[in-house]
């Protein structure tokens, strides 16, 4: 095993001259705050993208409101007994 801390990717914006908008994250398209793509900056032509996939954006409003994954009252390492 390896001692080395790989760095974290981070979410970079790019601007293309013109004007597509591309939000990438570890080389995917995506974006957890709003459209990955949105193309010569044109808001009516917006693309959403989690993790490289496309979804319209109602699919993508319902990820992410199912993105904090399960609830504590349904974690089993607060059911444990004492």
Do not use: C
Not at 20 to 27: A, N, Q, S, Y
């Amino acid at each position: 095993m390896s001692n080395t801390k790989e760095a974290f990717p981070q979410t970079q914006r790019y601007r293309s001259p013109d004007g597509t908008i591309r939000v990438v994250w570890d080389g995917k398209l995506h974006s957890w705050d709003g459209p990955a793509l949105i193309p010569e900056g044109n808001m009516r032509y917006r693309k959403y993208f989690i993790y490289g996939f496309e979804y319209n954006e109602e699919d993508w409003k319902q990820a992410k409101r199912d993105w904090n994954g399960i609830p504590w009252y349904k974690d089993p390492r607060f059911n444990a007994r004492n």
